[in-house]
């Protein structure tokens, strides 16, 4: 018999990591991005920034104080009559190749933004990133058009934005905020939050690469105190702020008085009411969805079920079922459902409210299709039952893939309780009868109203909320009022 040839290797491959790889090299020292060229920061100011499915620190992310945002905001001044003189076609021109280049680099958005958030890849893939572009895209066409936005009238932009974004859809929010302000003529100075700097660096990067005009858009990281410093800077015009409704409450106080136009789109603890008329197994896909997408790190998130009491066990049964098939661990992964909690701070705060969940009489059920991984941080989707109205867990944003469920009988029932709340941000209905949900949806106390439906956004359609979950509105026609004054 023939010997076969001993297979040999001459020597370690040196094969770069595949993409979807936690080895990837990321921005390690996030400084900022002002007037058009990339800056370390202050080198005392910096701090770590983890990877929370691992646990391990990615780099380090300068914090922006006062100086510093004194700079990006005059840069973003004297950029201003330059920007704003531009014809709508130009600067529509600038976002379209904003938006080009973000495709065509999306696989890099979604890979960082994974690795610094812990969302899934599915999601960062196929929702953040594109959606993120499709912003961009959206008021490129806009741009050339205020005037029909606007019913006719001659109207100018604001001046210089500042803007704010939390930790949950990095990229996203500043795609939210950048697009609309930049359509209309704005000059902006933006934050994002401090445990997810990195994809702004990319977008900073992205920025360069179409020659965006200099100090047009300024990037400082940081902490709540750079935040503070754009909010308390004197001259800024507007103020765009995506995040927790008692900061938002702190910055509005703080810019009373001030002149300072402002958009606030706070947090929210949303109504998801399925009728016993409903598909079922639809509604468990939109209650799913709903709660446990991005973690439940979702202002919108379908937190509170209110189900028909005649179809509680079914549909419980049915929804057990779906989650223990839903996978939970490394978010790089494409069949990952369910990534990491965002950050240490977060998961002590989920961890908490699940204990408080219990000790005021609820009943706690946890389950997926296999275990959380030993390092990082995780928590597996979580029902909440026997609950009620006056728990602290039904009132209360959790921001986390806890569910609290309570039941209706009544349609007026389903109002009563879905309204039976201090914010107003979103609601979903499911019923298979077109009268009952559009009787119901005209009655919800909430910006965003899905039926049949959860958690679906397009750049045209508008989001925001009412009561304590904010006011103004971003995306769609709409998303370009609060960036733009009709000229008297
Ligand atoms: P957060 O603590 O309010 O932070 C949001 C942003 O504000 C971050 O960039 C934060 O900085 C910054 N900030 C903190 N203190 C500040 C201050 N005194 N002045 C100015 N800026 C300050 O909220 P979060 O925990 O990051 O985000 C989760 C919240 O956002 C949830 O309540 C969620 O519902 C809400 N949210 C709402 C929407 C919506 O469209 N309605 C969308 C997404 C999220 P650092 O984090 O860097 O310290
Ligand atoms: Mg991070």
């Given at each position: 018999m023939q010997e076969r040839p001993e297979l040999k290797l001459s020597g370690a491959l040196d094969l770069a990591p595949a993409l979807e790889s936690h080895k990837v090299k990321v921005p390690e020292h996030c400084g900022h991005y002002i007037d058009g060229a990339l800056r370390l920061g202050k080198p005392e100011t910096y701090f770590s920034n983890l990877n929370p499915s691992t646990g391990m620190p990615l780099g380090t992310v300068a914090a922006a104080d006062e100086e510093e945002v004194d700079q990006a905001v005059k840069a973003a001044r004297a950029a201003f009559p330059g920007w704003s003189g531009l014809s709508g076609l130009e600067r529509g021109k600038y976002l379209f190749r904003i938006a080009r280049r973000m495709q065509e680099r999306e696989r890099d958005l979604a890979v960082v933004e994974t690795i610094d958030n812990g969302k899934p890849i599915r999601e960062t893939r196929d929702i953040d990133v594109p959606l993120a572009a499709g912003h961009f895209f959206y008021y490129a066409g806009w741009a050339d058009k205020l005037e029909y936005a606007s019913g006719g009238k001659p109207v100018r932009p604001l001046g210089v934005a500042g803007q704010i974004v939390p930790w949950n859809f990095p990229i996203l929010m500043l795609a939210w905020k950048l697009a609309p302000a930049l359509a209309t003529g704005n000059t902006c100075v933006i934050k994002p939050a401090e445990t997810t700097p990195l994809s702004a660096?990319?977008?900073?990067?992205?920025?360069?690469?179409?020659?965006?005009?200099?100090?047009?858009?300024?990037?400082?990281?940081?902490?709540?105190?750079?935040?503070?410093?754009?909010?308390?800077?004197?001259?800024?015009?507007?103020?765009?702020?995506?995040?927790?409704?008692?900061?938002?409450?702190?910055?509005?106080?703080?810019?009373?008085?001030?002149?300072?136009?402002?958009?606030?789109?706070?947090?929210?603890?949303?109504?998801n009411i399925v009728f016993a008329d409903a598909a079922l197994d639809q509604a468990v896909e939109g209650v799913v969805t709903g709660i446990f997408m991005n973690q439940g790190h979702v202002c919108c998130a379908g937190s509170r079920l209110l189900v028909e009491e005649s179809i509680k066990d079914e549909f419980l049964a049915r929804l057990k079922r779906r989650i223990l098939t839903l996978k939970i661990g490394d978010p790089l992964d494409k069949n990952t459902d369910i990534g990491a909690i965002n950050s240490p701070k977060q998961f002590a705060t989920v961890q908490r409210y699940i204990k408080l969940g219990v000790e005021e009489g609820g009943t706690l059920w946890q389950?997926?299709?296999?275990?959380?991984?030993?390092?990082?941080?995780?928590?597996?989707?979580?029902?909440?039952?026997?609950?009620?109205?006056?728990?602290?867990?039904?009132?209360?944003?959790?921001?986390?893939?806890?569910?609290?469920?309570?039941?209706?009988?009544?349609?007026?029932?389903?109002?009563?309780?879905?309204?039976?709340?201090?914010?107003?941000?979103?609601?979903?209905?499911?019923?298979?009868?077109?009268?009952?949900?559009?009787?119901?949806?005209?009655?919800?106390?909430?910006?965003?109203?899905?039926?049949?439906?959860?958690n679906m956004f397009d750049p045209a359609s508008p989001f925001g909320g009412m009561r304590h979950s904010g006011f103004g509105r971003e995306g769609g026609v709409a998303g370009l009022w609060p960036y733009m004054e009709v000229v008297r």
């Open positions: 660096m990319l977008l900073a990067e992205i920025l360069d690469e179409v020659g965006l005009p200099k100090g047009v858009v300024n990037i400082v990281n940081g902490p709540g105190t750079t935040g503070a410093a754009i909010v308390n800077h004197p001259d800024i015009d507007k103020i765009s702020f995506t995040g927790s409704t008692p900061v938002g409450r702190m910055i509005m106080k703080s810019i009373a008085g001030s002149g300072k136009k402002a958009t606030m789109e706070l947090g929210g603890k949303s109504a389950g997926a299709a296999c275990d959380a991984p030993d390092e990082g941080f995780w928590v597996l989707p979580t029902l909440l039952t026997d609950v009620h109205p006056s728990d602290t867990v039904v009132r209360e944003e959790i921001f986390g893939p806890v569910l609290s469920v309570l039941t209706f009988r009544t349609p007026d029932e389903a109002v009563q309780k879905a309204n039976n709340s201090e914010y107003g941000l979103a609601a979903g209905v499911w019923s298979e009868k077109t009268s009952k949900l559009f009787s119901v949806a005209h009655r919800l106390n909430a910006g965003v109203i899905w039926v049949n439906g959860y």
